[in-house]
């Protein structure tokens, strides 16, 4: 049973980057995509983007120029950088097995970390 | 982008209603639709995909329908831990985008 767990600072100021980590449990980290989704407090849900096991990305065009997803199998881990933070960036931040096979696939978010809320304030 | 709207925002239901939450995309996505389920302080738990799939240990009540761009979630009889917020999603294509949620309230 796959289970993931994010972690990393629960504050983050201004201009600054925001870094998490998401640990994978459980199942293979291979043939499938790993996400990254966000949440400000009291509204809905925002996709940041995804990683494949091959290191293959795609990233949400709102949040693209400052944003890196990145994968470490051997660590059995995947990590979201956001750079140049504001408060508009403060939310709950989720990773999620992705579960999509390509192109054409259908697709959904099937398993998700507990999320981790992270605060952008000098 | 594909544009979700979902509707209504929020709706008041006793234990046992039939409710049906509605989400739109602003353009045809198939059958590319997913819904999810989330409690206060929780993270979202997928309920349907594929519009009308639903996953494994989600109870009957629950039923999804629609295809191109309109579809809907239905719960057949309302049971006390219905009570949350659901969210559609678009998997048709990148950047996959959520609704703004639909919020189900005990009346």
């Known amino acids: 049973q796959v289970q993931l767990q994010e972690s990393g600072p629960g504050l983050v100021k201004p201009s600054e980057t925001l870094s998490l980590t998401c640990s994978v449990s459980?199942?293979?980290?291979?043939?499938?995509?790993w996400s990254w989704i966000r949440q400000p407090p009291g509204k809905g849900l925002e996709w940041i983007g995804y990683?494949?096991?091959?290191?293959?990305?795609d990233y949400n065009p709102s949040l693209k120029s400052r944003v890196t997803i990145s994968l470490d199998t051997s660590k059995r881990q995947f990590s979201l950088i956001l750079n140049s933070v504001t408060a508009a960036d403060t939310a709950l931040y989720y990773c999620?097995?992705?579960?999509?096979?390509?192109?054409?696939?259908?697709?959904?978010?099937?398993?998700w970390g507990q999320g981790t809320l992270v605060t952008v304030s000098s | 982008d594909i544009q979700m709207t979902q509707s209504p925002s929020s709706l008041s239901a006793s234990v046992g209603d039939s409710v049906t939450i509605t989400c739109r995309t602003s353009q045809n996505i198939d059958n590319f639709l997913n819904w999810y389920q989330q409690k206060p302080g929780k993270a979202p738990n997928l309920l349907i995909t594929?519009?009308?799939s639903l996953k494994s240990g989600v109870p009957s009540r629950f039923s999804g329908s629609g295809s191109g761009t309109n579809f809907t979630l239905t719960i057949s009889s309302l049971q006390v831990e219905d009570f949350a917020t659901y969210y559609c999603q678009q998997s048709f294509s990148t950047p996959r985008t959520f609704g703004q949620g639909t919020t189900v309230e005990i009346k």
């Open positions: 594929a519009t009308f």
């Open positions: 459980g199942g293979s980290m291979t043939s499938t995509y």
């Open positions: 999620a097995r992705d579960h999509y096979y390509g192109p054409g696939s259908y697709n959904w978010f099937d398993i």
């Open positions: 990683i494949h096991f091959t290191g293959s990305t």
